[in-house]
C-alpha cells in the first residue's frame, strides 16, 4: 500500500500537458528547421554500434542535439514568462485567487524542472556524440598509392566532373569542410560550394554523405 501511494503521490505532481506541449513543439521546431533526421541519427550513433558514419553525419548530430537543448530552455524561459504574468495579473491579495496563484506557481517549477530533466538528458547525448567525434577526428586517414588515387581521379572524371570538380569532391570524401576546402584549393567558400552543387547534379546525389561514400567505393 504505502508503495501505491508513494506512486500515486509521483504522479499528482507531473503535469501531462505541459510535458506533451513541450515535448510537441521540441519535435514540430525540429522537424520544420530540417534537423529532426540528424537528431534521431544522433541518437542512434550514440546508443548503438553503428560503424557506417561520416564525420559530417556526426557533426550535424550534434548541432541537432545542441539546438535541440536550446530550444527546451527557450520553451521553458516562455512557460515561466507566462506564468510570471499569470502572478502578476492575479496579484490581488484576494483569498479567491489564492489558488490561481498556486496554480500558476506550480507551472512555474514544472517549466523548470522538465527543462532541466531534458538538458541533462540532451547534455549526456550530446557529450557522447562529442567523444565520437574527437575519436574520429584522431583517426588517421587511410592511405592509398598514386596508381589507387589516379584510378579515383579517372573514375570521377568518367561521371562528367571537371579537374577541379573532381578534386573537391575528393577533398570532400576526406571529410573537409568547405573552407577548408578553399584554403587548400585556393578559392572562397562560395566557389567551394557551387563546385560541390554542380557535382551533386552531375552525380544525382543528394548531400555530401552520399558523394562521400561513392568517392570512397571508386
Excluded at 557551387?194 to 558523394?211: G, P
Aim: glycine share 4%; charged share 20%.
Amino acid at each position: 500500500m504505502a508503495t501505491v501511494s508513494g506512486i500515486h503521490r509521483f504522479y499528482q505532481y507531473i503535469d501531462f500537458p505541459t510535458l506533451v506541449g513541450m515535448i510537441f513543439f521540441t519535435v514540430a521546431a525540429l522537424w520544420l528547421s530540417g534537423m529532426g533526421k540528424d537528431f534521431l541519427n544522433g541518437f542512434q550513433l550514440a546508443f548503438s554500434d553503428r560503424k557506417d558514419y561520416s564525420r559530417i553525419m556526426l557533426q550535424r548530430a550534434c548541432n541537432a542535439v545542441k539546438y535541440t537543448r536550446t530550444l527546451i530552455f527557450l520553451e521553458a524561459v516562455i512557460m515561466i514568462l507566462v506564468g510570471v504574468m499569470e502572478l502578476l495579473y492575479h496579484a490581488d491579495p484576494n483569498p479567491d485567487q489564492f489558488r490561481v496563484i498556486g496554480v500558476a506557481l506550480a507551472v512555474i517549477l514544472i517549466c523548470v524542472l522538465y527543462a532541466s530533466m531534458f538538458a541533462v538528458l540532451l547534455t549526456i547525448l550530446s557529450a557522447k556524440l562529442e567523444n565520437m567525434l574527437a575519436s574520429y577526428m584522431e583517426e588517421p586517414q587511410a592511405e592509398i598509392s598514386v596508381d589507387e588515387a589516379q584510378a579515383i581521379y579517372f573514375k570521377m572524371r568518367a561521371l562528367g566532373l571537371t579537374d577541379r570538380e573532381a578534386e573537391v569532391a575528393r577533398l570532400v570524401s576526406l571529410d573537409m569542410t568547405n573552407r577548408e576546402i578553399g584554403q587548400i584549393l585556393y578559392i572562397s567558400d562560395t566557389t567551394v560550394k557551387k563546385h560541390i552543387t554542380h557535382i551533386l547534379e552531375k552525380t544525382a546525389l543528394t548531400d555530401r554523405e552520399e558523394l562521400t561514400k561513392l568517392v570512397r567505393d571508386l
